[in-house]
């Protein structure tokens, strides 16, 4: 029986999923798993309007295959269907959406890691049949499963059946995900890989049916520049392949091979910064849209995710723009990887770094790149209630779209104990909306909330602070807006919180609540801070702090945690200015210095502070020479003299000041301790004048 469904709509035939369940049982003698897809409703606020698991914002996790503990989503198909991934250490599955149901495909022996997934027709067949194929690994071997029959009835594992340096088959494992790519009105499909060395780049093209006993025909071409080494991301319906290629010692180069021909052909396109600088991930079915990430500037570290527009023509850039980023995306010089993209190229999944690695779906699907969208997944998950089993989802791997246009995402996050998979629906209308990150801002500043919206849906607005509505008046507008703005904030007005907004598409009577957007104000702020200080004893050291915020300010200078008071130290030093903007330290003795940092907290109104960076105060020998030269007593001349503690000095003079060193005669010599030291001097009675010359390290 055929499965008259399959590609068609949601489900499969229930007569048909029977007989499979059973097939599929009997050959793996596993207990299936099922997790029904809970429809979940979340009243939100007075809207009185709710998002389900049917057509609505949902979040599920993938259940384990058999008595595996942990999984990870890696492709699903372009219609979000069905989904591959890694269940346990080494089991490839295969996730049927609509049933639930969740098995690892048969071929001999298990897959061990399913990263590509899609339909394609096997056209030798009569009539032609519609089939799911697989690509990933198996056995530390690049392979492939297919169904026969065009049901679930998995064919053999599929690789090169002769030598694998001769036709370069990898015993390396694959990408990360999305490593085919195959239509349903196509006998063609393809796979990427390379060979273990990463000196070359694969394309792999089957068509006709595979079992047992027949082999589809396989060409396979690769692109070895020198000595230069790469890697592969993802693969289009053509066969061209992206990746980079990078000269050891020399950045990665945004990479592209085409399968004109048995050789196949390369060729590089620029990143954000104009230089061929960056890596490149995903591509769309039609290989007219390649996501990736590359540096915002030439020389620049930090990666920026991008979305480049080519041509079917080779060295056909068109357009390169940045993915948005959130507004508190730092922490890691890998910004941005959009790990996998939907087959027409309007939305991309990956990872935006806030902090730690977060799951993202950027929707690019807006003709103007100033709309396009970055959303937090699991933050807008948890923000409308649908969470489920997650503590966080960190990686989105892969995204198809639902019959009516909304994207569906697979890809990992974590329970709390162990990796688990996830599938998540995202409604269109939702993705299009950019909602605000975190922000940090000094007192007296304006402050703006901005929503990233197309324009195109009927959205109302209700912004709300630490849960309650807000409303227009005093310091606040735009209560009811995409964009809320807060003038002047400080920490007195009580303008530091938790901000979100909540969204309703009256059109479809549908409401979404966006995640947490958190303001923080430095109030006092801090406009210079103290330097460090190196002085020698016995000096005076000062440290000053320019502040600003509600008055009146205040301050508290500390000194290894503690705070300070003025007054004697009690071993020869004196403070001054303790609780002033500016610290005096005066005749500097040595615990001054060995007693800790020292800091100052900025007190202002409303009990808000602010504690200024800690500096050091450090005891500097004195430099050698002569202090000073004075009459003492009739007769006598008083010298004083420093230098470095613990070296050698030699006090000598002279009658006449052209004489040589060694002509000089010695008065006295020593090894400097602490603080200077005096000697006095009595001229012979026939001495005129007197030159002197201190000299160190004798």
């Known amino acids: 029986m055929e499965p008259a469904l399959l590609g068609g709509e949601w489900g499969l035939d229930s007569v048909v999923f029977a007989e499979l369940n059973s097939t599929i049982d009997a050959a793996m003698n596993r207990t299936r798993t099922f997790s029904p897809l809970v429809s979940i409703c979340v009243a939100l606020l007075a809207a009185g309007s709710c998002l389900d698991a049917l057509g609505g914002l949902s979040l599920t996790n993938i259940p384990p295959a058999g008595l595996d503990s942990s999984n990870e989503g890696r492709a699903i198909t372009p219609d979000g269907k069905y989904v591959g991934g890694l269940s346990g250490a080494g089991n490839g599955f295969f ?67 002769v030598s ?15 490593t085919l790519a195959a239509t ?113 500037t030439v020389g620049g570290t930090n990666m920026h995710g991008y979305k480049a527009t080519v041509t079917s023509a080779m060295n056909s850039l068109q357009s390169v723009d940045p993915l948005p980023n959130f507004s508190d995306t730092a922490g890691s010089s890998s910004l941005a990887v959009p790990y996998g993209c939907s087959a027409d190229g309007q939305y991309a999944v990956g990872m935006n770094y806030r902090g730690k690695e977060t799951a993202v779906l950027w929707d690019t699907s807006h003709s103007n790149p100033a709309n396009w969208t970055v959303n937090d997944l699991h933050a807008l998950a948890a923000a409308n209630g649908t969470a489920d089993i997650f503590v966080e989802l960190t990686r989105a791997f892969s995204v198809g779209t639902t019959p009516d246009g909304d994207p ?12 688990r998979a ?76 938790n901000y979100h907004v909540v969204v309703s598409n009256t059109a479809l009577s549908s409401v979404v609540t ?11 702020w801090i406009a210079a801070q103290p330097v460090h200080q190196t002085n020698v004893l016995g000096s005076t050291a000062s440290f000053t702090v320019v502040a600003s915020g509600s008055t009146p300010l205040s301050y508290q200078w500390q000194r290894g945690g503690f705070n300070l008071t003025d007054g004697d130290t009690g071993y020869g030093s004196i403070v001054a200015g303790a609780t002033s903007a500016t610290l005096t330290i005066s005749n500097i003795a040595d615990p001054d210095a060995y007693s800790g940092e020292y800091s100052v907290l900025v007190s ?17 020998d004195p430099p050698l020479r002569l202090v000073s030269i004075v009459q003492s007593a009739p007769g006598n001349i008083a010298l004083s003299f420093t230098g470095p503690r613990g070296q050698t000095y030699q006090l000598l003079y002279s009658t006449d000041v052209t004489l040589p060193l060694h002509a000089w005669i010695p008065l006295t010599q020593g090894m400097f301790d602490v603080g200077p030291v005096t000697f006095v001097d009595t001229p012979a009675p026939a001495d005129s004048q007197r030159f002197y010359i201190l000299a160190g390290g004798i």
């Open 95 to 161: 996730y049927d959406v609509a049933n639930s149901f969740v098995t690892v495909p048969l071929a001999g022996s298990y897959a061990s890691i399913v990263t590509g997934i899609g339909y394609r027709t096997d056209t030798s067949q009569s009539p032609p049949v519609v089939q799911v194929v697989l690509d990933g690994n198996n056995s530390g071997w690049h392979a492939q499963f297919e169904t026969s029959d065009g049901g679930f009835t998995w064919g053999f594992k599929r690789r090169d059946n």
């Open 164 to 178: 694998p340096n001769a036709y370069g088959w990898s015993e390396y494992p694959p990408p990360a995900a999305n």
């Open 184 to 296: 349903a009105d196509s006998d063609v499909y393809f796979t990427l890989f390379r060979d273990s060395a990463r000196n070359n780049l694969y394309t792999c093209r089957g068509s006709n049916l595979w079992n047992s006993t027949t082999a589809a025909s396989v060409r396979i071409v690769g692109k070895g520049l020198g000595s230069d080494r790469g890697d592969v991301g993802g693969v289009a319906a053509s066969g061209r392949i992206v990746g980079y290629r990078q000269v050891t010692g020399a950045p990665r180069k945004n990479y592209v091979l085409d399968y004109p021909n048995s050789s196949g052909t390369a060729w590089f396109f620029n990143g954000l910064n104009g230089t061929t600088d960056g890596q490149a991930f995903s591509i769309s079915l039609d290989g007219n849209s390649i996501f990736g990430q590359s540096p915002l």
């Open 408 to 419: 569906v995402i697979t890809g990992y996050g974590t329970d709390g104990a162990a990796r």
């Open 422 to 497: 996830f599938l998540m629906t995202v409604p269109r209308w939702i993705a299009a909306i950019g909602f605000p990150g975190h922000q940090t801002v000094n007192h007296g500043e304006n402050v703006t909330f901005q929503l990233t919206t197309n324009g195109m849906d009927s959205l109302t607005y209700q912004w709300h602070k630490d849960g309650a509505p807000l409303v227009d008046g005093g310091n606040v507008s735009g209560a009811a807006s995409s964009a809320l703005t807060l003038a002047g904030v400080s920490c007195p007005g009580g303008d530091a919180g």
């Open 514 to 524: 966006g995640y947490v957007a958190r303001l923080e104000i430095n109030d006092p």
């Open 604 to 620: 202002g109104s409303a009990s808000c502070q602010i504690a200024s960076a800690a500096v050091t105060l450090t005891i500097g």
